[in-house]
Every structure is written in structure tokens, then in C-alpha cells.
């Protein structure tokens, strides 16, 4: 089992940035990718961006490349995502997750799931 716990959730005006942080506990080593997802209010869950565990490879999706960088901390087992340029439309809860195959735009293919943490970008 792997214990995921998010943090860094809030609110900030458009163009400002936020860092949210997952650490996670467990069974670290059966972990092959890390991802963000985000659920918009009223919408269905998204890919955010992921990152290969084995050599901290990222992805990210089209709506936040360039704004959002994901990262890792390996001697916390804790990954980063640092959000600057923020819109409205990023306001969503985001959710930290970790798979054990290496596909990562998928959320069927993450076996464990963070609580999420509440983003809100007002205009």
C-alpha cells in the first residue's frame, strides 16, 4: 500500500502562482510514475501532469504546458507541483496520485489516490 498526503492548496488572483507538495509513504518501491489530476467544479477529472519515477521524466498536459512544472524530492518521497501564471480555469480540486505501470494520462491506471486539496483562482 502507498499513503499519499497533499498539501499546499488555496486561493490567489489570476496570474499568481501556487505550490502544491505530495508525500508519500508505503510501499515506495513498487511506485513507477506519480501524476497530478485536477477536478473542475461541475467537470470530469483531468490529467494534470506526471512524472517517471525511475528518472524524474515528466509529462505535462497541453492546458497547463509551460505554466506548471512537476518535480520530485527524493530524499522526502515527495513530488512538487509548482503552478505559476495561474487562471480562473485552473481552479479545480487537484489530486495527487501514484501508479505502478508507467502510463500516465489515464486515472484507471493509478492505483493510489491522495484526498485532493482545493485550488481557486479568481479573476
Known amino acids: 500500500q502507498v499513503q499519499l498526503v497533499e498539501s499546499g492548496g488555496g486561493s490567489v488572483q489570476a496570474g499568481g502562482s501556487l505550490r502544491l507538495s505530495c508525500a508519500a509513504s508505503g510501499s515506495i518501491f513498487s511506485i513507477r510514475i506519480m501524476g497530478w489530476f485536477r477536478r473542475p467544479p461541475g467537470k470530469k477529472r483531468e490529467f494534470v501532469a506526471a512524472l517517471r519515477w525511475s528518472d524524474a521524466y515528466t509529462y505535462y498536459a497541453d492546458s497547463v504546458k509551460g505554466r506548471f512544472t512537476m518535480s520530485r524530492d527524493n530524499a522526502k518521497n515527495t513530488v512538487i507541483l509548482q503552478m505559476n501564471s495561474l487562471k480562473p480555469e485552473d481552479t479545480a480540486v487537484y489530486y495527487c496520485?501514484?501508479?505502478?505501470?508507467?502510463?500516465?494520462?489515464?486515472?484507471?491506471?493509478?492505483?493510489?489516490w491522495g484526498q485532493g486539496t482545493q485550488v481557486t483562482v479568481s479573476s
Open positions: 496520485a501514484a501508479g505502478r505501470s508507467y502510463s500516465y494520462s489515464g486515472d484507471d491506471t493509478y492505483e493510489y
